[in-house]
Antibody
Framework: QVQLQQWGAGLLKPSETLSLTCAVY????????WSWIRQPPGKGLEWIGE???????DYSPSLKRRVTMSVDTSKNQFSLKLTSVTAADTAVYYC???????????WGQGTLVTVSS | DIVMTQSPDSLAVSLGERATINCKSS????????????LAWFQQKPGQPPKLLIY???TRESGVPDRFSGSGSGTDFTLTISSLQAEDVAVYYC??????????FGGGTKVEIK
């Protein structure tokens, strides 16, 4: 059973860059899509983007200008960077296995990222 | 973008009774190539990540109790909890994975005990 463990800074100032990493344990890494999703406090789920087995990426149109995803297959890890954060980016960020035309099968524990001056 | 609309926003059901949640997509998410509906249902409890319950609109994820069932095709889908248990109190989300980017979620339905 695959497990996802994520980490990154939880408190940022406006204009800083959010950086999160997700490590995959107990299952195959190659050959799958990997996604990031976020959830503002008390609100619903918003898909941020995905990275495919070839390292290609697709991002939400609303975040595309500020998002970069990458993968390190040697460590079974993938990462998210979101630049120029504002208070509107305050949310719990989740990594997940899946994306593309595949279900989001397994999720990380979530990281609360707060943007405040 | 495919818009997913859930109803109701919340519902209160007595223990042991049936709970029904609806999800409507703004366009068909049925693939003609494999005759599958690209629709998933998730359960989220407070402080926890979403948990996959159902995929392909009606296939239960391994380990999910059989009181959870999914149905529907094309643009209209339903999640049914046949006999509500206390541990089923949660927010439920539908999600389409037919068209990306972006993957899109419904707004969520909060299920409570009456």
């Amino acid at each position: 059973q695959v497990q996802l463990q994520q980490w990154g800074a939880g408190l940022l100032k406006p204009s800083e860059t959010l950086s999160l990493t997700c490590a995959v344990y107990g299952g195959s890494f190659s050959g799958y899509y990997w996604s990031w999703i976020r959830q503002p406090p008390g609100k619903g789920l918003e898909w941020i983007g995905e990275i495919n087995p070839r390292g290609g990426t697709d991002y939400s149109p609303s975040l595309k200008r500020r998002v970069t995803m990458s993968v390190d297959t040697s460590k079974n890890q993938f990462s998210l960077k979101l630049t120029s954060v504002t208070a509107a980016d305050t949310a719990v960020y989740y990594c997940a296995k899946g994306g593309g035309a595949a279900r989001l099968q397994s999720w990380g524990q979530g990281t609360l990222v707060t943007v405040s001056s | 973008d495919i818009v997913m609309t859930q109803s109701p926003d919340s519902l209160a059901v007595s223990l042991g009774e049936r709970a029904t949640i609806n999800c409507k997509s703004s366009q068909s998410i049925l693939s003609r190539s494999n005759n599958e509906n690209y629709l998933a249902w998730f359960q989220q409890k407070p402080g926890q990540p979403p948990k996959l319950l159902i995929y392909w609109a009606s296939t239960r994820e391994s380990g999910v109790p059989d009181r959870f069932s999914g149905s529907g095709s094309g643009t209209d889908f339903t999640l049914t909890i046949s006999s509500l248990q206390a541990e089923d109190v949660a927010v439920y989300y539908c999600q389409q994975y037919y068209s990306t980017p972006p993957l899109t979620f419904g707004g969520g339905t909060k299920v409570e005990i009456k």
